[in-house]
């Protein structure tokens, strides 16, 4: 081999190799820039994921909370519709009652036409009834009527009674008068007294 052949190769050599360090150093900066492209979409990887799990986290906790709000509004509501079912039959047995006290009603009604017939004949003996009332009435203002006139006659008797009498003293005084000379002479003992 001679000495021009060695430094063809060496020149061509050193050419491959720069152009392979060339390479070699392109295929570094990309495999960085890569790499720093795959940095940051782990970054935002890391990122996303760490929000995902934190609303998963949340979103546990809220339906758990949720459950739990339901699980008391069940129970809440299962004694609702235990008291509803309590009312339901109270209502029940109180439209019974009615039911029965309806019938009961329609049993008393059906006397009515009795009482009614009743009533009638009750009003027309009351009619009656005030008609003798107010005859009665007349006649207890014609009673009144011959009252006074009776007191008035009562009155002019008492008067003329009262005259009699006044009368009937004189008459006495007088025959007592007339009869004082018998009465007080020799013959007075057989003169009754």
């Known amino acids: ?15 491959v190799f720069e152009m392979i360090a060339d390479k070699m150093t392109e295929f570094r900066e990309e495999m960085e820039y890569y790499d720093g492209i ?10 996303i994921m760490r929000v995902v799990f934190t609303i998963l986290t949340i979103s546990s906790f ?40 309806v019938d009961s009603m329609g049993k008393s009604i059906s006397g009515v036409p009795v009482i009614a017939e009743s009533m009638a004949q009750m009003d027309g003996d009351v009619r009656a009834m005030r008609s003798s009332v107010y005859e009665i009435n007349q006649s207890i203002v014609a ?20 005259n009699m009498n ?21 013959m007075s003992r057989f003169w009754p007294k």
């Open 62 to 101: 809220y339906l758990v909370f949720m459950i739990y709000q339901m699980s008391n509004n069940m129970s809440a509501m299962t004694t609702h519709l235990e008291d509803m079912y309590s009312n339901f039959g109270a209502m029940s047995q109180d439209m019974h009652t009615i039911t029965e006290s």
């Open 38 to 47: 795959g940095i940051q979409i782990a970054a935002k990887t890391r990122f």
């Open 1 to 15: 081999m001679n000495k021009k052949n060695i430094n063809m190769t060496d020149e061509k050599s050193a050419d």
């Open 166 to 186: 006044r009368s009937v003293n004189l008459m006495t005084y007088d025959v007592n008068e007339m009869a004082a000379p018998m009465n007080s002479g020799p």
């Open 143 to 162: 009673i009144d009527n011959d009252m006074v006139t009776i007191n008035s006659n009562m009155q002019v008797m008492t008067g003329r009674l009262y």
